[in-house]
């Protein structure tokens, strides 16, 4: 049991290792490394370490923003009261911890996302994030469909999940033009978009929603 533990403590170490070596190299050079043996070889890491954990450069980064989920869940799990919360509550928890962390993480979120000509490159490193925010959000929807007795009341998993990354999606995009202390306004974005996007879909009146466009396009017009 203890080398088992061992093991699995030495693979995940080697794994943050190169996580931190590629962000490092990132942000200090300002571009995006070549190949995998020039960055290994720079590193003083094995390239046969680098395959046991990546298959290719693309791999990594599409790892980074799947540790940055991991992570604010992690974060968002410790408090005690997180399996009392409401849905909302734990999806607005969610995107405050996690645009925290890509906040303390912004000079290579930004570079990273910009770094490819092609914006659809750019997003490609997005896939694995997509599939887990759309679990999480699908996780929600189901928990709550499952306290409903009429069949008419249950919401449709597929339709709030993908809305849930497009929200996602829209979110990164305003946090990465604002420029407000601390990020203030995108901490409001989160708030209404969220309380927007769970009042459609419990069906309440839509003053959630068009308070969150009244917020939207005084924003865009200051």
Same mark, same amino acid.
């Given at each position: 049991?203890?080398?088992?533990? &061992?093991?699995? &403590? !030495?693979?995940?170490?080697?794994?943050?290792?190169?996580?931190? +070596?590629?962000?490092?190299?990132? *942000?200090?050079?300002?571009?995006?490394?070549?190949?995998?043996?020039?960055?290994?070889?720079? @590193?003083?890491?094995?390239?046969?370490?680098?395959?046991?954990?990546?298959? +290719?450069? $693309?791999?990594? /980064? /599409?790892?980074?923003?799947? /540790?940055?989920?991991?992570? !604010?869940?992690?974060?968002?799990?410790?408090?005690?009261?997180?399996?009392?919360? +409401? @849905?909302? $509550?734990?999806?607005?928890?969610?995107?405050?911890?996690?645009?925290?962390?890509?906040?303390?993480?912004? !000079?290579?979120?930004?570079?990273?996302?910009?770094?490819?000509?092609?914006? *659809?490159?750019?997003?490609?490193?997005?896939?694995? *994030?997509?599939?887990?925010?759309?679990?999480?959000?699908?996780?929600?929807?189901?928990?709550?469909?499952?306290?409903? /007795?009429?069949?008419?009341?249950?919401?449709?998993?597929?339709?709030?999940?993908?809305?849930?990354?497009?929200?996602?999606?829209?979110?990164?995009?305003?946090?990465?033009?604002? +420029?407000?202390?601390?990020?203030?306004?995108?901490?409001?974005?989160?708030?209404?978009?969220?309380?927007?996007?769970?009042?459609?879909?419990?069906?309440?009146? *839509?003053?959630?929603?068009?308070?969150?466009?009244?917020?939207?396009?005084?924003?865009?017009?200051?």
């Amino acid at each position: 049991m203890t080398q088992k533990k &061992t093991t699995k &403590t !030495s693979k995940t170490s080697t794994r943050d290792a190169i996580v931190n +070596s590629y962000m490092t190299y990132v *942000l200090e050079n300002e571009r995006l490394p070549l190949s995998v043996y020039k960055f290994c070889k720079e @590193n003083n890491i094995k390239e046969t370490e680098f395959y046991s954990e990546f298959g +290719s450069f $693309e791999s990594l /980064q /599409q790892g980074i923003w799947n /540790q940055f989920f991991d992570h !604010s869940m992690t974060l968002a799990h410790k408090d005690k009261a997180y399996t009392e919360f +409401s @849905n909302k $509550e734990k999806m607005l928890t969610f995107f405050y911890t996690f645009f925290e962390i890509l906040s303390a993480n912004r !000079s290579y979120v930004l570079f990273v996302l910009s770094a490819q000509q092609s914006p *659809l490159k750019n997003l490609s490193q997005l896939r694995g *994030l997509r599939q887990k925010i759309k679990s999480f959000a699908a996780s929600l929807i189901e928990e709550k469909n499952d306290t409903q /007795q009429l069949k008419i009341l249950k919401q449709p998993v597929a339709v709030f999940s993908e809305g849930a990354w497009i929200q996602t999606l829209f979110i990164l995009k305003y946090w990465m033009d604002d +420029s407000s202390p601390s990020f203030e306004k995108t901490d409001v974005v989160i708030e209404k978009s969220v309380r927007a996007i769970f009042d459609v879909f419990e069906t309440t009146p *839509l003053e959630s929603v068009i308070d969150f466009g009244k917020f939207l396009w005084k924003e865009r017009m200051a």
